[in-house]
Nanobody
Framework: QLQASGGGSVQAGGSLRLSCAAS????????LGWFRQAPGKEREFVST????????YYVDSVKGRFTISRDNAKNTVYLQMNSLKPEDTAVYYC??????????????????WGQGTQVTVSS
């Protein structure tokens, strides 16, 4: 089970930190990722982290602004979002993908999903 939280409304240039609390399974052989979906658009891969060694990947549009990390003790993944832009406005979802047999680093193979959290960035 994945529980996302931390969304909110900020002005452009502001920051938010999203959290995804994981429970019910061991994620040591998974990647935990963040996706977003803006109104009228398809869901977009944002970032992912391999639980075992914290290898990370980002979509180009957020590189240098967003940072994904994890806390083993809390079984939680974070997405620190800085320098937010209006185009970052979306519902953000966390998800988990098994490493084996998936292109988790490219945003595919995610089978466990949490509920979304709304991020709104105003200009």
């Amino acid at each position: 089970q994945l529980q996302a939280s931390g969304g909110g409304s900020v002005q452009a240039g502001g920051s938010l930190r999203l959290s995804c609390a994981a429970s019910g399974r061991t994620f040591s052989r998974d990647a935990l990722g963040w996706f977003r979906q803006a109104p009228g658009k398809e869901r977009e891969f944002v970032s992912t982290i391999r639980w075992s060694d914290s290898s990370t990947y980002y979509v180009d549009s957020v590189k240098g602004r967003f940072t994904i990390s994890r806390d083993n003790a809390k079984n939680t993944v974070y997405l620190q979002m800085n320098s937010l832009k209006p185009e970052d406005t979306a519902v953000y979802y966390c998800a988990a993908a098994p490493l084996y047999g998936t292109s988790w680093y490219a945003g595919t193979g995610y089978v466990y999903w949490g509920q979304g959290t709304q991020v709104t960035v105003s200009s």
